[in-house]
């Protein structure tokens, strides 16, 4: 049997760590992010840095990296 280590109350990026979900595949986390969204998130992206979101933060950067000026309107 492997060591298990126990994430429950760290914080990796913006998610903290709630509780272990039972699963069959592997590890999972129930996380809460900074936004109020919970998550279920494999042990090791959350270890190795991969998964820092629920998805919110990519969110954020495509809409800041696609607004040209935030003055246009979308009047037709």
Not at 9 to 20: A, C, H, Q
Not at 61 to 70: A, E, I, N, P, V
Request: with cysteine.
């Amino acid at each position: 049997m492997r060591n298990f280590i126990d994430l429950t109350g760290k914080k990796f990026g913006r998610l903290t760590v709630l509780e272990r979900v039972p699963n069959h595949k592997g590890v999972l986390w129930k996380c809460l992010c900074e936004c109020g969204k919970e998550s279920a998130v494999q042990s090791g992206n959350l270890r190795s840095g991969s998964t820092k979101s629920c998805g919110c933060y990519i969110r954020e950067l495509t809409s800041k990296r696609t607004k040209t000026h935030g003055l246009s309107n979308n009047i037709l």
